[in-house]
């Protein structure tokens, strides 16, 4: 097959437009015929037709209250000077909640208002007027009365309704049949013995998680290889049988991308690639009246493009709006920079500090999975913008409820796996709080604190004339500022390398070896600072280092590069080696110190961070990661 190439790069919005109208003139968009479902089945699925009561509820007048089921005519004139008195049995019958009531009774005393003079005769202070605490037939529904209208999301409380107006059965939209077609021969199943090059196909998962949530009935099948032959079978053997096609992977323009090409050799492409990112390959496409959508093979331009083409789809089968996702306004606390035509969608953390909420973002790759799971919202760079400026204000899409964002504690600044321990520990002792943790660097993180977008940051920053930890860094760039420095813990830094060490290097000259690899950490991180230091000791030339402008943002991705064989070398705690079974040549131990801003220190923020820090189970999960000692954990190391 001929190398297909994108055919378009029109906005999103007009994408969508252009597609869900060619669908409405095919007829292949409307909810299809409706079903006949019983009620107690019908939570989650929207209504095709009005829903009439079939009795009344209640289907009789009963009483509303325990008491004594009275006419109200016998009760005239009765007051705590003049009390009626009524025979039990004959002129007041007793009656509980929900009895009927009795024949000639139109009123219901309660048991607190009644005196018993004697056996057999009680006395009234006050009296009783017409359906006095009855429930009269049809109070809450009247027999034929409308219950819910045609094209309603039925809620549990809309079951209640219903059956309480006598209705067994519902016509309902049927939920659209969604095939989903992965495809690749890269693409295994999980739990396959992975080898170089394969790729785990956990997007349809995603997919179907996503759409079964929103009302869908869901078919994932197996693997199509690229195959032209072998895909177009499977597109036809997929649109005989569902309402709506997804084939994930292959929408781009690469020579074995065959989405489109099959898609418009069955039937029509209205769009193939859109001014968005990520998600700018996807396909939008008809087989057989039945609408066929490539999704690109990044996950989180899969999932983009499910949100933004694939859930409107849906929704319009179902018979349903869209609903709203809840958005704030934030200040973005860096630079975002986006290209001018394409509409960027940029995952962020949230975090309320002081009386604003602050968006740091994180990491962009389309192929990061775990952007989605961190992010707490998107904030969407419009295309004829080049992004946002530090302390420029952005509207976030929510992923999480505001509530819940609020309560977060915001760190930035250099990384730490136990800060990822204490997040959850955090969780465990407060289930509505978290903590977002942005890798920034310890310098970054004292920037962050200087412009007001952390309540603490994460620094282990080395001074080269006292030999001092922390406390010359915020002296200098937080002159005046209030600040509590609580020591997290001590952890040993030291050169991680692979099994057996083949390289034999044994401490930061072994770097400038001729053939070694070294990946080093981004400037401003603490670790940066403290390999530089070793450097200059030792008479090491940076530029000596094949490798040293080559940066991570974790302790764990340099250790990551390290057990791929990309890189001999890298410096970082021993934790990281541990969890990636590296050797790991011990340099220094430091200290890794959280800075507070006093102006948080009294605050459920911090407070809370502190309860958790001090949990003997937090301790004994950090010890058990290798490095640490935690013999000032919780400890105020120097406050101003």
């Not at 323009?253 to 968005?276: F, K, P």
Request: glycine share 10%; net charge negative; with cysteine.
């Amino acid at each position: 097959m001929k190398r297909d190439v994108y055919l378009d790069d029109m906005p999103w919005e007009e994408a969508l437009e252009r597609y869900l109208g060619y669908l409405a003139e095919i007829g292949a968009c409307a909810p299809g015929p409706p079903e006949k479902i019983p009620v107690e089945e019908a939570a989650g699925r929207v209504t095709a037709a009005p829903v009439y009561a079939v009795i009344s509820s209640p289907h009789y007048h009963a009483a509303a209250m325990d008491g004594f089921a009275v006419p109200a005519v016998k009760t005239y004139g009765a007051s705590e000077t003049s009390p009626v008195r009524l025979k039990v049995g004959g002129e007041a019958v007793p009656v509980d909640t929900g009895d009927p009531l009795p024949d000639g009774c139109d009123a219901v005393i309660m048991i607190e208002d009644v005196h018993y003079v004697e056996p057999g005769l009680i006395e009234i202070s006050h009296a009783a007027y017409p359906w006095q605490h009855v429930r009269v037939i049809g109070e809450d529904i009247v027999a034929t009365e409308m219950i819910l209208p045609a094209n309603h999301y039925v809620r549990p409380f809309d079951l209640g309704g219903m059956i309480a107006g006598g209705v067994g059965e519902v016509m309902a939209h049927p939920r659209p049949r969604v095939f989903l077609l992965a495809t690749g021969n890269e693409v295994v199943e999980p739990g396959a013995v992975l080898r170089p090059g394969d790729v785990i196909d956990y997007n349809t998962r995603v997919q179907k998680a996503a759409m079964e949530q929103w009302g869908a009935a869901v078919r994932r099948v197996g693997i199509v290889a690229d195959d032209v032959g072998g895909l177009k079978e499977a597109v036809l053997e997929a649109v005989r049988c569902s309402d709506l096609v997804l084939i994930n992977a292959g929408s781009s323009a690469g020579s074995e991308d065959y989405t489109a090409g099959v898609i418009r050799l069955l039937g029509t492409v209205l769009v193939h690639g859109a001014a968005i990112r990520p998600g700018k390959p996807v396909v939008l496409g008809a087989v057989d009246g039945t609408p066929v959508v490539g999704v690109p093979g990044y996950p989180v331009s899969a999932y983009l493009c499910l949100e933004l083409f694939v859930r409107p789809l849906v929704y319009k089968m179902l018979g349903r709006l869209v609903p709203e996702r809840e958005r704030v306004t934030a200040d973005v606390s860096r630079k975002i920079v986006s290209a001018l035509g394409v509409e960027e969608f940029v995952r962020v953390k949230l975090g309320q500090v002081g009386g604003r909420m602050v968006a740091t973002p994180v990491a962009r790759g389309a192929g990061l999975i775990t952007s989605l799971i961190r992010a707490d919202g998107i904030v969407r760079v419009p295309r004829l913008s080049e992004g946002y400026r530090a302390g420029d204000t952005a509207v976030v899409e929510l992923f999480r409820p505001l509530s819940e964002i609020r309560e977060t504690t915001v760190i930035i600044g250099s990384h730490d796996i136990a800060l990822d321990v204490l997040a959850n520990y955090l969780r465990l002792h407060y289930p509505a709080a978290t903590l977002s943790s942005a890798h920034v660097g310890s310098l970054g993180g004292l920037s962050a604190l200087q412009r007001g977008e952390a309540h603490c940051a994460g620094v282990h920053l080395l001074d080269e004339e006292s030999g001092e930890y922390n406390v010359p860094y915020i002296k200098k760039m937080l002159p005046g500022r209030g600040v509590v420095l609580v020591n997290l813990a001590y952890r040993e830094q030291g050169l991680m390398v692979a099994r057996g060490n083949p390289r034999g290097i044994k401490d930061v000259a072994g770097l400038a070896r001729s053939g070694t690899r070294f990946v080093n950490r981004q400037r401003g991180a603490g670790t940066r600072i403290l390999l530089d230091y070793r450097l200059k000791e030792s008479g090491v030339d940076p530029a000596e280092i094949n490798g040293y402008d080559r940066e991570e943002y974790t302790h764990m991705a340099v250790a990551a590069a390290v057990a791929s064989g990309s890189a001999d070398a890298g410096l970082g705690i021993r934790a990281a080696a541990k969890a990636l079974d590296l050797d790991f040549i011990g340099m220094v131990e430091e200290r890794y110190d959280l800075c507070i801003l006093r102006e948080y220190w009294e605050t459920p923020y911090i407070r809370r961070l502190l309860e958790a820090m001090g949990d003997p189970a937090f301790q004994e999960a950090v010890r058990s990661l290798g490095g640490y000692d935690l013999r000032h954990c919780g400890r105020v190391m120097w406050e101003n």
